[in-house]
């Protein structure tokens, strides 16, 4: 039963070192800032489409317009020539113009509105991502000093057995030569 007791702890033990191991704030960082990268890319492109959507608006809109201009001048001409008949069509397309128009505009609006919301987002987002990234430069900069001289890694400096002896056994041959 303790033979299964220690083999449950090690095995405890290394899962928790294995989780630890993931859980490394470098990695976790380093995951904030790609994930902050994408987001900014998403809302990048989102705010492209939306200003692309409003360019759109906006040459609707002045068709809209040039459309009543010349359905004004079309209206003037069957009203002097008592045309009644085309007047009432031609005053049917100007109202369908003006609540075109109507509609264009609150679609602009509520545009410019999602244009607002989403630069103060974007201006927030890119905010945190360069405080992140500044962390993840200062933790960098951190390990880079903590690896440094003082720690080799893959320097062996254990000491076997042998060397000892090697080195009791100079250390003889030097002091009888004395």
């Not at 994408?38 to 959507?53: F, G, I, P, S, V």
């Not at 987002?121 to 390990?143: G, I, P, T």
Request: with cysteine; glycine share 2%; proline share 2%.
């Amino acid at each position: 039963m303790a033979l299964i007791s220690r083999i449950s702890q090690l095995f405890r033990a290394d899962l928790h070192a294995v989780l630890d191991r993931v859980e490394e704030p470098d990695i976790l960082l380093r995951q904030a800032i790609r994930e902050m990268e994408e987001d900014l890319a998403r809302d990048e492109q989102h705010h492209r489409r939306l200003e692309r959507e409003r360019e759109q608006l906006a040459k609707r809109e002045a068709e809209c317009h040039q459309l009543q201009t010349s359905l004004g001048e079309e209206l003037d001409l069957c009203l002097a020539a008592d045309q009644e008949d085309l007047a009432r069509s031609l005053i049917r397309r100007r109202l369908e113009s003006e609540r075109a128009l109507q509609l264009l505009s609150r679609r602009r609006e509520a545009l410019g509105t999602q244009q607002e919301r989403l630069t103060r987002r974007r201006n927030d987002n890119r905010a945190r991502y360069e405080s992140m990234r500044q962390q993840a430069e200062l933790f960098d900069e951190q390990h880079s000093e903590a690896d440094g001289p003082e720690a080799w890694p893959g320097l062996d400096i254990r000491v076997r057995d042998e060397d000892v002896e090697i080195a009791l056994l100079k250390e003889r041959q030097r002091r009888a030569a004395r």
